[in-house]
């Protein structure tokens, strides 16, 4: 079993930046990547970005340029630095670890992007 927290997110106007961090407890070996997806109201849940153990990345287009995905592997802790943000980016921001047999999904985080 895999649990993860994640925290950070709050209100931004445009152009301003955010910082996600999620925590991951419990069988972290077993994981095999990590990520961030979001889901805005009325739409379906989507890949954000994720980070594999062998460190390779993976972004969505919308955010290519803007938002990085980094890792610390001594606090088991993955991050979302968020710039350059825009009213479109307003979400809830869920944390996802993957095994080889599961996807483990933390709580949510409002992010909210002002115009």
């Known amino acids: 079993q895999v649990q993860v927290v994640e925290s950070g997110g709050g209100l931004v106007q445009a152009g301003g930046s955010l910082r996600l961090s999620c925590a991951a407890t419990g069988s972290i070996f077993s994981i095999n990547a990590m990520g961030w997806y979001r889901q805005a109201p009325g739409k379906q849940r989507e890949l954000v970005a994720d980070i594999t153990r062998g460190g390779t990345t993976n972004y969505a287009d919308s955010v290519k340029g803007r938002f990085t995905i980094s890792r610390d592997n001594g606090k088991n802790t993955v991050y979302l630095q968020m710039n350059r943000l825009k009213p479109e980016d307003t979400a809830v921001y869920y944390c996802?670890?993957?095994?080889?047999?599961?996807?483990?999904w933390g709580q949510g985080t409002q992010v909210a992007v002002s115009s």
């Open positions: 996802n670890a993957k095994t080889r047999y599961s996807n483990y």
